[in-house]
């Protein structure tokens, strides 16, 4: 798999002696702060090591100089997104904005059209910087997949700017192995007996292992195996878990 056009844009920036600031945008799915590892761990980890060029003495650029930012927040809808967007903006002023998102407009009454328009918003923002964007993903629970899916068409439709990375990651994100992702909730009754019920939504580490593998693969071009990945971070004796 060749290293694509962003890849090569992020090469050319490093070995100019300059930083380059990634920050995410999103929701829960974005934030995954209750898994570990998350997909931005695992994207950030992969990304700073893909970069080969960097061999000898100039081993610590990607690790120096690639910088992570989450400004993704549990429940976040677009509007969050827009806000988040400006405050990164005047915070951090990053590169890449990296966009995934959502399915909660339709759980907080925001309409398709509302959601088009704040997106809209967020790409004429950043007309001068990368972004890469996505809809939510493909869950275990085909009643929120069904509610959801007229938002993913209506933002797919929309005329995207060039500097504006878009990809479907619901569909891809569909053809993984999900039946494997989804861990249990454990519910305490007032009666103190227990209820055991799956979470449809938000995946488990495995699962973040893919959504990394999606972004890095779809835009970047970087090969990812995750059972290689996760087999590797569950070891005690792997130093540096592989990828491919």
């Given at each position: 798999?060749?290293?694509k056009?962003l890849?090569?844009?992020?090469l050319?920036?490093?070995?100019?002696?300059k930083?380059?600031?990634i920050?995410?945008?999103g929701d829960?799915?974005?934030?995954?702060?209750?898994?570990?590892?998350?997909w931005?761990?695992?994207?950030?980890y992969?990304?700073?090591?893909?970069?080969?060029?960097?061999?000898?003495?100039?081993?610590?650029?990607?690790?120096?100089?690639?910088?992570?930012?989450?400004?993704?927040?549990?429940g976040?809808s677009?509007?969050?997104?827009?806000?988040?967007?400006s405050?990164?903006?005047?915070?951090?002023?990053?590169?890449?904005?990296?966009?995934?998102?959502?399915?909660n407009?339709?759980?907080?009454?925001?309409?398709?059209?509302?959601?088009?328009?704040?997106?809209?918003?967020i790409?004429?923002?950043?007309s001068n910087k990368?972004?890469?964007?996505?809809?939510?993903?493909?869950?275990?629970?085909?009643?929120?997949n069904?509610?959801?899916?007229?938002?993913?068409e209506?933002?797919?439709s929309l005329?995207?700017?060039?500097?504006?990375?878009?990809?479907?990651?619901?569909?891809?994100?569909k053809?993984?192995?999900?039946?494997?992702?989804?861990t249990?909730?454990?519910?305490?009754?007032?009666?103190?007996?227990?209820?055991?019920?799956?979470?449809?939504?938000?995946?488990n580490?495995?699962?973040?292992i893919?959504?990394?593998?999606?972004f890095?693969e779809?835009i970047f071009?970087i090969?990812v195996?995750?059972?290689l990945?996760?087999?590797?971070?569950?070891?005690?004796?792997?130093?540096?878990?592989?990828?491919t």
């Open positions: 798999m060749g290293r056009p890849y090569k844009k992020i050319n920036t490093l070995k100019s002696g930083e380059y600031k920050v995410f945008i829960s799915l974005t934030s995954a702060e209750w898994v570990h590892p998350n931005r761990d695992v994207f950030e992969i990304l700073k090591f893909s970069f080969e060029e960097f061999k000898e003495d100039d081993w610590w650029v990607p690790e120096w100089n690639l910088k992570f930012y989450n400004y993704a927040l549990d976040a677009s509007r969050d997104f827009l806000q988040q967007v405050i990164a903006q005047k915070e951090i002023e990053p590169n890449l904005y990296i966009i995934m998102g959502t399915s407009d339709i759980e907080l009454g925001i309409t398709v059209e509302e959601q088009i328009g704040n997106i809209n918003s790409f004429e923002l950043l990368d972004v890469i964007y996505t809809p939510d993903l493909y869950s275990n629970d085909q009643v929120s069904e509610r959801y899916e007229q938002y993913i209506a933002i797919l005329d995207i700017p060039s500097n504006i990375n878009v990809f479907n990651g619901y569909e891809i994100y053809d993984y192995p999900i039946e494997q992702f989804y249990l909730d454990l519910d305490l009754n007032i009666d103190n007996t227990s209820e055991v019920k799956k979470d449809t939504i938000h995946p580490s495995l699962g973040n893919y959504i990394a593998k999606m890095l779809e071009g090969k195996k995750p059972e990945y996760l087999k590797d971070i569950r070891s005690d004796i792997v130093k540096y878990p592989r990828w």
